[in-house]
């Protein structure tokens, strides 16, 4: 049986930011984020914390690319505060909710009434389907979104058994922030960029003079 008990630990949160996060119109996935934000930070007698997406993903019922879409999308809100550091990113909630502001609506286009089709007529005949395409399609297709890496995407196997044998590296980190960073041209093959990826990343790793490592930094371009 349960029985959770303060002197094992508790968040002490503000009766005011508590209230105002349960009345704004958060949508699940948001408030989920912000409770894992809350018991990172709070929970810890912290204000910010350093968190990486995977961390919120083990928190939740939530995959790892809908977790940073929703913190993108908090942030935008100005309900959570990121600053990006290296290698892992500070989030925290911003506790002047007078400054949060929901996400505006996109603006929708009424739908026109259509006439049924006259009794003997194939419904079909008046109905067209069109695939739209979906945000990984748009990202596979070309464009500005080929520069950041799918949220699609995960590292084979294969790459996973040999990233972890290059020495001086966090694997796991090194893939977030190849997910995080904006590449100058779009890339195709994320398997190849992966492995390029963190070959840099582990002759980075290695003592070099500062030219060496001007240089280094060109090539992630």
Sequence with gaps: ????????GYTRIANELLDHILAFPFTKRQLQV?????????????KVDRITNRKLAEMIPVGRSHVSETVAELVAMRVVLKRDTHPIQ??????????????PKQDTVPKQDTPRPKTGQQASQNRTHKRQPTKDNQQKTGGRALRRCPTSWEPSEEIRQ???TL???DFDCEIEKLRDHEFAKP????D???RNWLRRAAEWAKPADEGSRRAQALLRK
């Design 187 to 190: 890339r195709k093959d994320w």
């Design 192 to 194: 190849a960029v992966a």
């Design 34 to 46: 912000v409770f894992a934000l809350v018991r990172k930070t709070y929970g810890f007698n912290k």
């Design 162 to 164: 040999w990233g972890r």
């Design 167 to 169: 020495p001086s590296i």
């Design 1 to 8: 049986m349960a029985s959770p008990q303060t002197e094992d």
């Design 90 to 103: 500070t989030l925290g909630i911003n506790k002047d909710h007078s400054q949060w502001r929901g996400v």
